[in-house]
């Protein structure tokens, strides 16, 4: 069974930066496209960052340029350094695994409140 914690959360002023960091434990890292997704009050989760097993990333357009999404597979660990945060990024973060093969797997972190306020 595959286990996501999540780390790094916190309250920041606008502009300024955090990074949020997620480690994998129970399974091979290497099998998952690892993700962050947001979820903020009275919204629907929205994917946010992914990064595949060859660390190839994607992001939704509101944090292009801004955030970035990298993995370590010595720790098996993914983080997601965020800068020039803005209110609209307040929102609770959580971490995703999806195994990219058969069986399927799709598994989610606890989630980590980001508040970006002055």
């Known amino acids: 069974q595959v286990e996501l914690v999540e780390s790094g959360g916190g309250l920041v002023q606008p502009g300024g930066s955090l990074r949020l960091s997620c480690t994998f434990y129970g399974s091979i890292f290497s099998y998952y496209v690892m993700g962050w997704y947001r979820q903020a009050p009275g919204k629907e989760r929205e994917l946010v960052a992914t990064i595949s097993p060859g660390s190839g990333a994607s992001y939704v357009d509101s944090v292009k340029g801004r955030f970035t999404i990298s993995r370590d597979h010595a720790k098996s660990t993914i983080y997601m350094e965020m800068n020039s945060l803005k209110p609209e990024d307040t929102a609770v973060y959580y971490c995703?695994?999806?195994?990219?093969?058969?069986?399927?797997?799709?598994?989610w972190g606890q989630g980590t409140q980001v508040t970006v306020s002055s």
């Open positions: 995703n695994a999806k195994k990219f093969a058969p069986p399927f797997e799709n598994y």
